[in-house]
């Protein structure tokens, strides 16, 4: 069974950095793709990045792009989220999910990580 685990979150001054990671953990994982996602407080859980695993192809958010940065390393079975310029409405629980068995369905959640970014 996969087992994703967030770590990194936390809190920071606007126009500071994270870097979010997202560790895989089971026997023989694979996925097609990962990707963050992030509720705040009352809201829906919105998508926030991508990355495809086979073709390393991105995509983000239009809230987020030019500041956020979605990788990955195989090696590890980890996906990261570097975060930069954040603002106060980035404020919100990021969660990583994997797409293990279709490209587009995500099936495997990780428990989130808070990030708080005061003004």
């Known amino acids: 069974q996969v087992q994703l685990v967030e770590s990194g979150g936390g809190l920071v001054q606007a126009g500071g950095s994270l870097r979010l990671s997202c560790a895989a953990s089971?026997?023989?994982?694979?996925?097609?793709?990962m990707g963050w996602f992030r509720q705040a407080p009352g809201k829906e859980r919105k998508f926030v990045a991508r990355?495809?695993?086979?073709?390393?192809?991105?995509y983000y958010a239009d809230s987020v792009k030019g500041r956020f940065t979605i990788s990955r390393d195989n090696a590890k079975n980890t996906v990261y989220l570097q975060m930069d310029s954040l603002k106060p409405e980035d404020t919100a629980v990021y969660y990583c999910?994997?797409?293990?068995?279709?490209?587009?369905?995500?099936?495997?959640w990780g428990q989130g990580t808070q990030v708080t970014v005061s003004s």
């Open positions: 999910a994997a797409a293990t068995r279709f490209l587009n369905d995500y099936d495997t």
């Open positions: 990355i495809n695993w086979s073709t390393f192809d991105t």
């Open positions: 089971g026997r023989a994982f694979s996925a097609y793709a």
